[in-house]
């Protein structure tokens, strides 16, 4: 079965840097976009960029852009995120999800798998 | 940037009773080269991830039961439980991927009346 385990729970200082892993299993890793979502206390989900496993090529909203890395290793069916220069509202779960669009596809479409989350606390 | 709202923020319902959730987007998210409207529904529980529970805004994803259903188009959809059951609080989200940056709405919070 298809499954997204991530790593576990952070707390990290203002101007640090994190970064979280998103073990797959269960399916074909570099066969679909990856994405990444995080979500602030007691708020809607936010789209933190996606990326194509087969290619490395990666996406993300320009409010993210300069701050968040994504990258994968192919041989161990993992994806991170870094995520750099945090600061107090960067305090959030964290999840990996897994895209039902094929990696050879153009553009995304809805996700069908998600990790089970993680913490950063960004806190002094 | 599609501006995703929902209303209402929360509604409570009795069991066995039906509970519509709306959610409009700012922009149409309806492609018209293939007639889909790009418009998704998660559930999520506390402490869970979210759930895919609706895909192109009215098709159930798998193991999802027949009292959810989904409906709209364009920019405005519905999300509909015929037969509220316990199991089915939660909130609920829906989300766009007609275009980047994707985007959720703020959610609505469904709970026992």
């Known amino acids: 079965q298809v499954q997204l385990v991530q790593s576990g729970a952070e707390v990290k200082k203002p101007g640090a840097s994190v970064k979280i892993s998103c073990k797959t299993s269960?399916?074909?890793?570099?066969?679909?976009?990856l994405h990444w979502v995080r979500q602030a206390p007691g708020q809607g989900p936010e789209w933190m960029g996606r990326m194509n496993p087969n290619s490395g090529v990666t996406n993300s909203p320009q409010k993210f852009q300069g701050r968040v890395t994504m990258t994968r290793d192919t041989s161990i069916t993992t994806a991170y995120m870094e995520l750099s220069w945090l600061r107090s509202d960067d305090t959030a779960v964290y999840y990996c999800?897994?895209?039902?669009?094929?990696?050879?596809?153009?553009?995304?479409?809805?996700?069908?798998?998600w990790g089970q989350g993680t913490l950063v606390t960004v806190s002094s | 940037d599609i501006v995703m709202t929902q209303s209402p923020d929360s509604l409570a319902v009795s069991l066995g009773e039906r509970a519509t959730l709306n959610c409009k987007s700012s922009?149409?998210?309806?492609?018209?080269?293939?007639?889909?409207?790009?418009l998704g529904w998660y559930q999520q529980k506390p402490g869970q991830p979210p759930k895919l529970v609706i895909y192109w805004a009215s098709t159930r994803a798998s193991g999802v039961p027949d009292r959810f259903s989904g409906s709209g188009s364009g920019t405005d959809f519905s999300l509909t439980i015929s037969s509220l059951q316990a199991e089915d609080v939660a909130v609920y989200y829906c989300q766009q991927y007609y275009t980047t940056p994707f985007t959720f709405g703020p959610g609505t919070k469904v709970d026992i009346k």
């Open positions: 269960g399916y074909t890793f570099t066969g679909y976009y």
């Open positions: 922009q149409s998210v309806l492609f018209s080269a293939n007639n889909k409207n790009y």
């Open positions: 999800a897994k895209d039902v669009a094929p990696a050879y596809s153009s553009s995304s479409l809805y996700f069908d798998y």
